[in-house]
């Protein structure tokens, strides 16, 4: 997106120039990205690379964001989601650094509300070691942005995809089985809690949102959502019809069971030792503030999300099969 709007842009990665590069060239935009090997664990790293580059915008995006891994990672997911956003607001603060900061906050912060839908006034509850990681970056932010009259401002955004998300969550882990299923390199996919639900929208609605909301001539907090929840029985559903198969379902709980009406080939089993610890109430995102004041819109839907993943994988595979 920035590299479309005429940007010079810099990344960083603390895993080295690997996957990053691959990941952008991938998205088509390897010479147009200039990468440092950037870690927030260490404000020595990251004085060096914003001192070298001297931005005129941040968006910090960095940091693990498995809900499930925070549980088995609770000291590094502290360090890195909230410390290092700390390390570089601090870092603005000590250069007196007019660059506009975006913190990309979560609706884990609303993990254990109970009213909904949730917006920029609604009370926090985190559930998970993730969750209490991103409201110390959330509040920290704000604080730089009150105490030291930083342009600092956080982007709560509510679950959003992408061919690019990482295999271990849930979307692509249904999308990369199903194409792997239907390559016979794989005879089914487990799943945890199909009847959990998200606010699902789509990764490039939500970029330009962030940027929109650095744009803007406050620094102000804003909700990015569809609105719209979904569950993981119905990512399975939308996914499976778009290799052709009709997928119907039978047990309960942890025996429960996804199957291809027309063959009975079983393709979804659950495994409860996918169950979160907690998986709290379920957040669904009120975007009205950043549709009436930003002129946002989400615009890409659940089956077209579904469908641009599935699409994605099945591409991928067919590759690494005609490569063998």
Same mark, same amino acid.
């Given at each position: 997106?920035?590299?479309?709007?005429?940007y010079?842009?810099?990344?960083?990665?603390r895993?080295?120039?690997?996957?990053?590069?691959?990941?952008?060239?991938?998205?088509?935009?390897?010479?147009?990205?200039?990468?440092?090997?950037l870690?927030?664990?260490?404000?020595?790293?990251?004085?060096?690379?914003?001192?070298?580059?001297? +931005?005129d915008?941040? *968006?910090?995006? =960095?940091?693990? #964001? /498995?809900?499930?891994?925070?549980?088995?990672q609770?000291? !590094?997911?502290?360090?890195?989601?909230?410390?290092?956003?700390?390390?570089?607001?601090?870092?603005?603060?000590?250069?007196?650094?007019?660059?506009?900061?975006?913190?990309?906050?979560?609706?884990?912060?609303?993990?254990?509300?109970?009213t909904?839908?949730?917006?920029?006034?609604?009370?926090?509850? +985190?559930?998970?070691? *993730?969750?209490v =990681?991103?409201? #110390? /970056?959330?509040?920290?932010?704000a604080?730089?942005?009150? !105490?030291?009259?930083?342009?600092?401002?956080?982007?709560i955004?509510?679950?959003h995809?992408?061919?690019?998300?990482?295999?271990?969550?849930?979307?692509?882990?249904?999308?990369l089985?199903?194409?792997?299923i239907?390559?016979?390199?794989?005879?089914?996919?487990?799943?945890?809690?199909?009847?959990?639900?998200?606010?699902?929208g789509?990764?490039a609605?939500?970029?330009?949102?962030?940027?929109?909301?650095?744009?803007?001539?406050?620094?102000?907090?804003?909700?990015?959502?569809?609105?719209?929840?979904?569950?993981?029985?119905?990512?399975?559903?939308?996914?499976?019809?778009?290799?052709?198969?009709?997928?119907?379902?039978?047990?309960?709980?942890?025996?429960?069971?996804?199957?291809?009406?027309?063959?009975?080939?079983?393709?979804?089993?659950?495994?409860?030792?996918?169950?979160?610890?907690s998986?709290?109430?379920?957040?669904?995102?009120?975007?009205?503030?950043?549709?009436?004041?930003?002129?946002?819109?989400?615009?890409?839907?659940?089956?077209?999300?579904?469908?641009?993943?599935?699409?994605?994988?099945?591409?991928?595979?067919?590759?690494?099969?005609?490569?063998?």
């Open positions: 997106l920035l590299v479309e709007k005429g010079a842009v810099h990344g960083g990665s895993r080295g120039k690997g996957p990053a590069t691959e990941q952008l060239k991938n998205l088509g935009v390897e010479d147009e990205v200039v990468l440092h090997h870690d927030l664990g260490a404000a020595d790293s990251v004085a060096r690379i914003l001192d070298e580059v001297a +931005p915008e941040i *968006y910090n995006l =960095a940091g693990p #964001s /498995s809900v499930g891994l925070s549980f088995e609770p000291g !590094n997911t502290l360090d890195i989601c909230a410390h290092g956003a700390l390390r570089v607001l601090e870092f603005m603060r000590r250069r007196g650094s007019r660059a506009r900061f975006f913190e990309a906050s979560t609706s884990e912060l609303f993990a254990g509300v109970v909904t839908p949730q917006d920029e006034c609604t009370p926090f509850e +985190p559930r998970s070691p *993730y969750g =990681a991103k409201l #110390s /970056s959330y509040w920290m932010t604080n730089y942005r009150m !105490n030291y009259g930083l342009f600092a401002v956080a982007g955004m509510f679950n995809e992408s061919p690019w998300r990482r295999v271990d969550f849930v979307t692509r882990k249904i999308t089985g199903f194409a792997r239907r390559n016979a390199q794989q005879d089914g996919i487990l799943l945890g809690k199909l009847d959990a639900v998200r606010d699902w789509f990764a609605d939500y970029a330009e949102g962030m940027w929109r909301i650095l744009q803007h001539e406050q620094p102000e907090t804003f909700v990015l959502a569809s609105g719209q929840m979904h569950s993981v029985r119905e990512f399975a559903q939308v996914t499976a019809a778009h290799f052709g198969w009709d997928l119907a379902w039978r047990g309960s709980g942890a025996d429960e069971q996804g199957f291809d009406k027309r063959s009975g080939k079983v393709l979804v089993r659950v495994d409860p030792k996918l169950f979160r610890p998986d709290g109430n379920v957040p669904r995102g009120n975007p009205s503030k950043a549709e009436a004041t930003l002129g946002w819109q989400h615009q890409t839907s659940f089956g077209q999300i579904a469908a641009m993943m599935a699409e994605a994988d099945a591409l991928r595979v067919g590759a690494e099969t005609a490569s063998r």
